[in-house]
């Protein structure tokens, strides 16, 4: 059985009022990893992802100004 792994993209920290440019990926729910270097897209919240041609796309967010971007994320070994 292919075991996908769950994302978390970005988010916003209320506590100091900004948004995140983290991405963190786990197989099993417990074990989490970053996604590192750091993504190289700018910090935002609630991106629209995909899956697509064995890659994770992450799309636009809330930023300001409102971004409009897509980028695509594969990790190594994820197979």
């Not at 506590?15 to 996604?35: F, H, I, M, P, V």
Request: hydrophobic share 40%; proline share 9%; charged share 20%.
């Amino acid at each position: 059985m292919l075991s996908l792994p769950i994302w978390i993209i970005g988010g916003f920290s209320n506590r100091k009022s900004l948004n995140c440019a983290e991405a963190w990926y786990t197989k099993d729910g417990a074990t989490w990893q970053q996604l590192l270097p750091k993504p190289p897209w700018s910090p935002r919240h609630e991106p629209t992802c995909y899956v697509f041609d064995d890659s994770l796309w992450v799309v636009a967010g809330n930023s300001w100004p409102l971004m409009n971007d897509v980028w695509r994320v594969s990790v190594a070994g994820d197979r």
